[in-house]
């Protein structure tokens, strides 16, 4: 009995140590999760960046690799589109993705074009659409910890096999069919990520030009640190720069990009740090809309209502 009631009290301590939510935190404070004297209370560290041989040269303790494009793969001749749900829910579970603990998520590669991060809130964009709710990517990433001067290691970390929540958000997520759907609206904003000549068309990228028709620009990298791409504006630095743009917090916001790790940076920071209340990604985001060529484009650039 005495063991079973030190046990709910530790848990409850923990619980309130470590509240489960969704957004960032600064890298001394990972360090000090992530060295916590009792092995329940660290963090489930992941490592998301696609070069493994970044990894070997130096990583946070405890950190697993977990490459953030195993996540994705060509379907019906798409490229990168992400997985069925059966082979992400083995990779998130071989990676220790667990309900009842924190995730830290990072990345490195702190200047344009150089955009590591978006790897960072892809991972983090699809372990909250399976039901994770405790999730933090480090402000700063790599750079910012070792900034900080805090430790890093080339020794390998493997997590244990995790649990997945039973109960996912897979209400987050958009098909193409909801966006055309949804777009046009009355309060309903449909933006895109990209930098502005892709949204232009001024690009030797994509199979077709432009954006899709309706949709302003917003580019992500407005929304990170200039010396640090890794590290967050606050919301009172970029407030302004979003409502000029008609992203508010009243309004229903659809967000693509190019493959959706751009679109999922800009939400990660509209639903988490500036706490927009509706916010969702289209996961196909352009790479699949040009492929149905019954979908038109467009090229000229759009504003708010």
């Known amino acids: 009995m005495k063991r079973t009631l030190l046990a709910t009290l530790l848990a409850l301590a923990l619980a309130a140590d470590v509240r489960a ?16 004297a009792d092995p329940a209370r660290r963090p489930i560290v992941l490592d998301t960046r696609g070069g493994y041989k970044d990894y070997f040269r130096g990583h946070l303790p405890t950190a697993h690799h977990l490459n953030f494009d195993t996540l994705r793969g060509t379907d019906h001749g798409v490229p ?31 200047a344009l074009p150089n955009d590591e991060i978006l790897s960072a809130s892809m991972v983090a964009y699809v372990l909250e659409k399976y039901g994770v709710e ?4 480090v402000d700063g990433g ?13 020794e390998y970390f493997g997590n244990p096999p995790g649990t997945l929540p039973s109960k996912e958000k897979r209400e987050i997520a958009l098909t193409v ?25 001024d690009d030797d990228v994509w199979l077709r030009k432009g954006h899709i028709p309706g949709a302003i620009s917003f580019h992500w990298a407005r929304l990170m640190e200039d010396a640090n791409t890794h590290a967050f504006r606050p919301f009172d630095q970029v407030k302004s720069q979003l ?9 229903e916001i659809l967000v693509y990009c190019g493959t ?19 916010v969702r990604l289209y996961e196909g985001s352009w790479k699949e809309y040009v492929s149905l060529k019954k979908l038109p484009a467009e090229t000229k650039e759009n504003k708010a209502p």
């Open 21 to 36: 939510d969704i957004g960032i935190i600064s890298p001394a404070d990972a360090h000090k999760l992530i060295e916590a």
């Open 80 to 110: 990168v589109q992400y997985l069925p749900d059966d082979l992400t829910k083995a990779l998130l579970v071989r990676a220790g993705v667990d309900r009842n603990r924190m995730h830290l998520i990072y990345a490195t590669g702190e």
């Open 134 to 137: 405790n999730i933090r990517i």
């Open 142 to 154: 790599l750079p910012g910890w070792q900034k900080a001067g805090l430790p890093v290691t080339q």
């Open 177 to 201: 069919e909801d966006v055309l759907s949804r777009k046009g609206q009355p309060g309903v904003v449909l933006v895109d990520a990209r930098p502005k000549n892709e949204y232009l068309g």
């Open 243 to 251: 409502e000029a743009a008609g992203l508010t917090a009243d309004k």
């Open 260 to 278: 959706s790790r751009e679109g999922s940076l800009l939400r990660f920071y509209l639903r988490h740090v500036a706490k927009y209340p509706n």
